[in-house]
């Protein structure tokens, strides 16, 4: 069985994305689930520059507290 969740930025965000949570049930083991992140944005060089490693943190925690549920 596989879910999407899909988050987007408000109307506040200082530029466009989406965040898709890609939630799959293994085939081969009865309590173990993947997870994969996908982030999407729209920004220009110089807002990529200055957000990348902040967010790259952020989904580096994001996926790790994920593990514990």
């Keep these: 069985m596989k879910e999407n969740i899909k988050l987007k930025s408000g109307t506040k965000a200082p530029f466009k994305f989406d ?4 939630i799959e049930a293994s085939k081969e083991e009865e309590n173990l689930t993947a997870l994969q992140l996908i982030f999407k944005a729209e920004m220009n060089a ?3 520059m200055m957000v ?7 989904l580096d925690v994001l996926a790790s507290k994920m593990q514990n549920f």
Aim: hydrophobic share 50%.
């Design 46 to 48: 110089f807002v990529k």
């Design 19 to 22: 965040i898709d949570i890609v």
């Design 52 to 58: 990348e490693k902040p967010l790259t943190q952020f």
